[in-house]
């Protein structure tokens, strides 16, 4: 399984941002695709994830009602629409693959390289 982030960028307190995680060979067994973040000197902080089938969401509380994660089955990718951003988001986003809908980093077994998200205040 591969995963490939994009859309990170630099946007002022209160702007949106879109990120995009295009996922190859997933199958059946990497029912969930998740977004984590880290910040330098924290650990992995998870923020949202997804199931495939059914569409199910969980959210970190830090990010619930400002932000929304939705996938495309056919074109096997995941975005996070970020919306009313804060300079506490500011991080780098990571999209991985596992086998179930969790918050913790070791659900996920396959993981993309990481794009930056800054929010300047």
């Known amino acids: 399984v591969q995963l490939q982030a994009s859309g990170g960028g630099l946007v002022q307190a209160g702007g949106s941002l879109v990120l995009s995680c295009a996922v190859s060979?997933?199958?059946?067994?990497?029912?969930?695709t998740g977004w984590f973040r880290r910040t330098p000197g924290k650990e992995r902080e998870f923020v949202a994830a997804i199931r495939w089938i059914g569409g199910r969401t969980l959210y970190a509380d830090p990010v619930e009602g400002r932000f929304t994660i939705s996938r495309d089955n056919a074109k096997n990718t995941v975005w996070l629409q970020m919306n009313s951003l804060k300079p506490e988001d500011t991080a780098v986003y990571y999209c991985?693959?596992?086998?179930?809908?969790?918050?913790?980093?070791?659900?996920?077994?396959?993981w993309g390289q990481g794009t930056q998200v800054t929010v300047s205040s």
């Open positions: 060979g997933r199958t059946l067994d990497h029912a969930a």
């Open positions: 991985a693959a596992g086998p179930g809908m969790r918050k913790g980093v070791a659900a996920y077994h396959f």
